[in-house]
């Protein structure tokens, strides 16, 4: 999986974690808000009548006056206000949507219309407005009483609907949403432009030229860059020269081993083989290290020859006699051969230590020779 489309499964997880979150955080604050607003406002509104009802409750306790009548079918026809009760000081229904039940004590009414909370008891008590949910149902009941220095002269009941504020909040949640991912998509559109031109785009230039690398010059060519790219980019570079360097060292220490091995044979051979004797010695891969004859198909100086450069028409059992004494380590194998147009005793001795390097000698005693030989 690539790094953009990693990032984009990351930002769009974040992203739709963070607007629910924020989606629950604003419902929550929101129903609160207006849930207490709706509650705020029932009171409100009845406080505003509340001297109108007073004076009719301080007049004639037990009928209603039509100011009251007025101001109670007032609030009665609020669409906010799903029911109400308006009661005098003794407890008897002074208002209810049904006129037979007017007049009756608060006791045969609650039986015959049970209040869904005790906010009527609460509020009378307190001779304060009480608000309590109505359970399982989408209604506050409201009680407020009506009091003059202490004492209570009536209180109103009320339910209200909170069917208005959950549609507000569905529309404000909605608004919510839509402006939460126009933000989110501005926000990603931005943020990803910055991480494809500034991230992406770099490292992708970066991969390329790591994959232009040759054994040849060893060098990142890249942009100059004053950031974090930049910065593994030059350590790159560094790295690579040290390894340059070290196969410099490598190469020098290489050839210099080589010129000290065939000095090594050379003195060697010049000892123990005769001067009318042919001597080749191979490495693992049978190409000529050294020899005590000239070699007159050498393409250069230093060129690199293989044993089968060498070798004349007879030369399969050599190679064969070669391939004995490759399975036998340390062991002196021989046969007759033709090497420069004149027959040959062959002898092939692999000399192999672990760990050392693996060389093969090959020594041609021409059976014309008198000289003798013994490894």
Known sequence: MSLSTKWLFWFAGIGVYVMFMGG??????SRFDFDEQLKQEAIDMVRNYAPTLIKGLTRNYRAITLDEFDVITRIAKDERVASLVY?????????????????????EFAKQWPPPTNVIDEAYQSKTPKVRAVPNQPFYEIAIPLAVRGEIKGIVDMQISRQGVDNIISQKMSRYALGAGVVLFILGCTLYFFMYHFVINPLLDLRDAIEAISFKNLEVRVQARKDEIGEIASVLQGFLQKVKAELVNAQMREKQRGVAEQRWWQSILTTIVAKSHYAIVVDEDNTVLYTNFPIRNAATPGAKLHLLDVLDNQQQDVLRLVGVALDRPNQVVEADTVFRQEPCHVRAVHLEEEGELRRTLILFEPKKSAVGYSV
């Open 87 to 107: 009661f005098n000081q003794y407890g008897d229904v002074r208002w209810f949507k049904d006129p037979s039940k007017i007049r009756l004590p608060f006791d």
């Open 24 to 29: 629950i955080f604003y419902f929550s604050s």
